[in-house]
T-cell receptor, first 113, second 113 residues
Framework: AQSVTQLGSHVSVSEGALVLLRCNYS??????LFWYVQYPNQGLQLLLK??????LVKGINGFEAEFKKSETSFHLTKPSAHMSDAAEYFC???????????FGAGTTVTVRA | KAGVTQTPRYLIKTRGQQVTLSCSPI?????VSWYQQTPGQGLQFLFE???????NKGNFPGRFSGRQFSNSRSEMNVSTLELGDSALYLC????????????FGPGTRLTVL
């Protein structure tokens, strides 16, 4: 079974600082990987996805993630945090032969002025 | 293109009642998935439908059921509601399996009293 581990349930960064959110997955074969963001009282919005093409994936709002097979990781980064980045972020995995997403527990990001 | 819509947005029920939630996918999407989001359990997969067929089901009791219509719209039903069913229920649509991103609706907030 697929599983996803997000290290750190809360991350606090200063405006303009690097945002780094960690995600590790367990899978015998590289799955499809996704990062979603959720703002309060809203659904999930896709930030980016990895589907076995380039290992460095660029997404919306300046976010990017790097797939590292040897480390089974898919960490999300943004060089410079903005106040609008305050939200909850979810890493998700989908096996290549399945139709469901398995989510990590989520990381809440707060941005300090 | 219109996004995923869910109705109603908010619902209050009492224990023992049943409830039906509705989801209209993005035009052209034939896959609809349902997820339950709670503070304690996070995001959990309920089931996925494609062309009116349930392809995958999560680990939920039989009180949770769903269906998909020929126009890809989907409903989920929860019978004999329990307090623990209070959650945000999210619907997501996609073109198909694993590698395709899922687009989420705003969710239905169910409160069971």
């Amino acid at each position: 079974a697929q599983s996803v581990t997000q290290l750190g349930s809360h991350v606090s960064v200063s405006e303009g600082a690097l945002v780094l959110l960690r995600c590790n997955y367990s899978s015998s074969v590289p799955p499809y990987l996704f990062w979603y963001v959720q703002y309060p009282n809203q659904g999930l919005q896709l930030l980016l996805k990895y589907t076995s093409a380039a290992t460095l994936v660029k997404g919306i709002n300046g976010f990017e993630a790097e797939f590292k097979k040897s480390e089974t990781s898919f960490h999300l980064t943004k060089p410079s945090a903005h106040m609008s980045d305050a939200a909850e972020y979810f890493c998700a995995v989908s096996p290549s032969n399945d139709y469901k997403l398995s989510f990590g527990a989520g990381t809440t990001v707060t941005v300090r002025a | 293109k219109a996004g995923v819509t869910q109705t109603p947005r908010y619902l209050i029920k009492t224990r023992g009642q049943q409830v039906t939630l509705s989801c209209s996918p993005i035009s052209g999407h034939r896959s609809v998935s349902w997820y339950q989001q709670t503070p304690g359990q996070g995001l959990q997969f309920l089931f996925e439908y494609f062309s009116e067929t349930q392809r995958n089901k999560g680990n939920f009791p039989g009180r949770f059921s769903g269906r998909q219509f020929s126009n890809s719209r989907s409903e989920m039903n929860v019978s004999t509601l329990e307090l623990g069913d209070s959650a945000l229920y999210l619907c997501a649509s996609s073109l198909g399996g694993g590698r395709y991103e899922q687009f989420f609706g705003p969710g239905t907030r169910l409160t069971v009293l």
